[in-house]
């Protein structure tokens, strides 16, 4: 059975600076796609809240977040996990760099926050908590879905290579923040590496097909050859 994907929820930029927009105008959250593999049903980047994302999920498959037997986050950024806690059958996913990245992060913030107290060390040790949940992804979910790092937009970001019989498509997360960002060749304001973020993206331009960005809906690629 071949691979398929669809389109949960498409995403949006807070602020997106190639309309003009140098500070937030709206909440931002990520594009959600359900990926179909065989047995499995991988969900990346779960972002609308929980009540929301549930009854988008089952508007745009018929089925229930029960079903969703994986989770892939691209990155540990909080807008990409924000309706996590709708899919607590499901292991959940992301690149072992970035896993162990944010680890690092929290422990430093948890050394900040234990002087200072209050929600700070609360919202700290909470998310130490989640990172017990999510597991270094594999290099292949199925024959058909792979790991695809994409780093700089984060230390580990990392997207789903799909890969049909004509075309390969990939889900890049914030490593194409969406198709005007992909067609100016501009990466995402907020990278940790710039360059290594430019990196990514030609690297996604030569192989993809289709690019699902990280916070806009699908695209071709069109090749100059």
């Not at 979910?141 to 789903?160: H, I, K, M, R």
Request: aromatic share 6%; charged share 25%.
């Amino acid at each position: 059975m071949a691979v398929e994907y669809t389109i949960i929820s498409i995403g949006a930029l807070s602020h997106n600076p190639l309309w003009g927009e140098a500070a937030a105008v709206r909440t931002s959250h990520a594009t959600t796609t359900l990926v179909e593999a065989g047995k499995r049903l991988i969900l990346v980047d779960p972002s609308l809240p929980a009540s929301a994302l549930a009854a988008r999920f089952n508007e745009r498959t018929g089925k229930q977040p029960a079903d969703v037997t994986d989770v892939f986050l691209t990155t540990l950024r909080p807008v990409h996990r924000r309706g996590l806690e709708a899919f607590d059958r499901a292991q959940v996913w992301t690149h072992q760099y970035e896993l162990d990245s944010y680890h690092a992060h929290l422990h430093s913030l948890l050394d900040s926050s234990i002087r200072l107290g209050g929600e700070d060390r609360r919202a700290v040790e909470e998310d130490l908590r989640l990172l017990e949940r999510i597991k270094p992804a594999p290099e292949k979910f199925d024959e058909q879905v792979g790991l695809y790092p994409l780093a700089g937009a984060s230390v580990g970001s990392a997207g789903l290579m799909l890969t049909h019989v004509t075309e390969t498509i990939i889900i890049a997360g914030d490593a194409a923040p969406t198709a005007g960002h992909v067609q100016v060749a501009r990466v995402w304001d907020g990278c940790v590496d710039t360059e290594a973020a430019m990196e990514s993206l030609k690297d996604l331009l030569e192989v993809a097909d289709i690019v699902v960005p990280g916070h806009d809906n699908i695209m071709l690629v069109r090749r100059q050859w």
